[in-house]
């Protein structure tokens, strides 16, 4: 069965420093879609990056970048240059085309940044 | 102006009370979602639509129906709440030309709690 795990339910980081919430799947679909989603203390919920399955390159946006290792089927976010607005719930979710085209979430990391 | 819309933003009921939560979206989307929030769980698929005239059973869908009355508009209803049903709940929308990079776009959370 297709399967998402974020195993950490909680993360600190300094301000200034990087970060990476780990996110691992499980599906024998080889063509999926995966997904990092925000959300801040306010509850709405923010696309932050994508990265797909036949991608060649990790996924890069600005501050973000997915560390997308097919083999180990992981797909980790990484947070540069932490800011104090960088703390919020985050959520790994991945697409699996053989799954009806769901959405289907990890149960999310809190990241905290501190000063 | 928010392009998913969720009315009301907040709502509290008792127990065996019947009540709808309504979603619309301007964004010309197809498909139509509703997942529910849970500290510690993520967010679980409860129904989805992906046009007017389909309906589907997301992984928890006992004790909600769905209408979906029109393109823009996708209502979900709790016919007797019961206590275990207070949650945040989304609505979200997505585009399914973008293949696998179908990313969903949410409205602003509806906070249900059933007293």
């Known amino acids: 069965a297709q399967k998402i795990t974020q195993t950490q339910p909680g993360m600190f980081v300094q301000e200034k420093e990087a970060v990476t919430l780990d996110c691992t799947y499980d599906?024998?679909?080889?063509?999926?879609?995966l997904f990092w989603y925000k959300q801040p203390s306010s509850g709405e919920m923010i696309f932050l990056i994508y990265?797909?399955?036949?991608?060649?390159q990790n996924a890069t946006e600005g501050r973000y970048s997915l560390n997308f290792q097919k083999a180990r089927k992981s797909a980790n976010l990484v947070i540069s240059a932490s800011q104090l607005g960088d703390s919020a719930m985050y959520f790994c979710?991945?697409?699996?085309?053989?799954?009806?085209?769901?959405?289907?979430f990890g149960t999310g990391t809190q990241l905290k940044v501190e000063l | 102006d928010a392009d998913v819309t969720q009315t009301p933003r907040n709502r509290i009921t008792k127990t065996g009370k019947r009540i709808m939560l309504e979603c619309s979206q301007t964004?010309?989307?197809?498909?139509m979602y509703w997942y529910r929030q849970d500290p510690g769980l993520g967010l679980r698929l409860i129904y989805y639509?992906?046009?007017?005239?389909?309906?589907n059973k997301g992984e928890i869908s006992d004790g909600y129906s769905v209408s979906r009355q029109a393109q823009a508009k996708f209502s979900l209803s709790l016919e007797s709440a019961i206590p275990n049903q207070t949650a945040l709940y989304f609505c979200?929308?997505?585009?399914?030309?973008?293949?696998?990079?179908?990313?969903?776009?949410f409205g602003s959370g509806t906070q249900l709690s059933v007293l």
């Open positions: 964004k010309g989307h197809d498909r």
């Open positions: 979200a929308t997505s585009d399914p030309s973008r293949g696998n990079n179908e990313k969903l776009f």
């Open positions: 599906t024998s679909d080889p063509s999926y879609g």
């Open positions: 979710a991945m697409r699996f085309t053989g799954g009806g085209n769901k959405l289907t």
């Open positions: 639509s992906f046009d007017v005239k389909d309906i």
């Open positions: 990265q797909g399955s036949y991608d060649q």
